[in-house]
């Protein structure tokens, strides 16, 4: 049943250890954290005019879907997410405007998506396949890299700044055409290859994970956790 009326919307549901989480805002900021129970707990902080928010659960999944939810109406005022799940659940997340943050997750996926302009910040992150993008805003990704991983970052303005281990194994492509603002720190070695400074191309250990990483006016900065 929609809720339209209050400010605030709470609900728990049970979950399974690796459920997904799959949430579509249009404004607001989402955080979600992993947390060491098998549920999931929804909260959200609504301004006026205040949104319908009906999640669904399907088959291992909970599934929020606002832009869905609110077909047809023009005016929905921000929606705020606080979001706990499983620590090793899959994380998919979404909105039109503003920020993305993803903390303590180990599932499979952690999936986060600007439209148009916020940061995401994923922090404490150990997920097989990870992917931020962005138009204008920041992203930071904090965590491990999973041998055959996959991993990707795209942001139009901005700043992305990676901080993983020194050890980690992977090949880069990392792409920054019109700053050429691509700094390796300690993972500059012999196996990079920086071209004209508009793209670096190279592998670090055995490289068998894939972080690719492109940044049209930003800057691109690798840190060692």
């Known amino acids: 049943m929609g809720i ?11 979950a399974s250890k690796n459920v997904r989480l ?3 805002n249009r404004t607001g900021t989402v955080t979600v954290e992993g947390w060491d129970k098998e549920e999931i707990s929804i909260s959200a902080f609504m301004e006026a005019p205040a949104a319908n928010i009906e999640p669904r659960s399907l088959s291992g999944t ?6 869905k939810d609110n077909q047809g109406r023009n005016e929905v005022g921000n929606v705020n997410f606080l979001i706990k799940v499983p620590f090793s659940s899959s994380v998919d997340i979404e909105t039109r405007m503003g920020n993305l943050n993803v ?9 986060a998506h600007i439209s148009s302009e ?5 922090t404490n992150i150990n997920a097989d396949n990870v992917a931020a993008e962005n ?12 041998s055959s991983g996959n991993y990707r970052f795209t942001s139009t ?6 901080r993983i281990p020194f050890n980690s194994s992977f090949r880069l492509i990392a792409t920054a055409p019109s700053t050429r603002n691509i ?3 300690d993972f500059a070695n012999s196996g990079m290859r920086f071209g004209d400074g508009r793209r670096v191309v190279g592998q670090n250990g055995d490289g068998s994970a894939t972080i690719s990483v492109t940044n049209q006016r930003g800057s691109i900065s690798f840190i060692r956790r």
């Open 183 to 185: 700094s390796l720190g």
């Open 118 to 122: 916020g940061d995401i910040t994923l």
């Open 103 to 111: 903390s303590n997750v180990r599932g499979g996926l952690v999936r």
């Open 4 to 14: 339209s009326a209050q400010k605030n919307f709470a609900r728990t549901y049970p």
């Open 22 to 24: 799959q949430l579509t």
């Open 62 to 67: 909970i599934d929020i879907n606002l832009v």
């Open 157 to 162: 303005r901005g700043n992305i700044n990676l």
């Open 135 to 146: 138009v204008i805003g920041d992203i930071f990704f904090d965590g491990t890299i999973a």
